[in-house]
């Protein structure tokens, strides 16, 4: 569950006409102070950046899920199903056996996945994949 000030924020974002990302960076930023001061850790920066963004539409944020081959089909699938449960506004219990399972997975992996260096790296990166992308379609 997503901290109060981070949701006023998010909402505070939305009301003053920022984009659905920028809210949605809110969450980001949650997850990755979260693994930062060892509540749970993340394999990569990318699997932090992730799970704020599932956070971030399961609260509400109109975010919508990545377009079709731009991810993996199971990722695409997971980002709808947290975002329909986002615009319906019934909120549904998590099993608590599995709920559990997931913290305690999240809490074997390694803290330091949300380092200065490694955020940079993730950046750097996908601003690559963004600029290649780029190239081939305005060819």
Known sequence: MPEPKTLERAKQDLRSGKSASTAAGEFVREEIHHVREGKHGARSA????????SKARRAGVPL???????TSERTRKSAERAYEA???GAKSKAAPRRS??????????PKDTAS?????RQARSAAGRRKRAGASASR
């Not at 990318?46 to 963004?53: E, R, S, T």
């Not at 919508?64 to 731009?70: D, H, M």
């Not at 399972?101 to 992996?109: G, N």
């Open 100 to 109: 559990r399972a997931v913290e305690k997975a999240l809490e074997r992996e």
């Open 46 to 53: 990318k699997q932090a950046i992730a799970i704020g963004l």
């Open 116 to 120: 200065k260096a490694s955020l940079s």
């Open 86 to 88: 986002g615009q319906h």
């Open 64 to 70: 919508s899920p990545p377009a079709r081959g731009s």
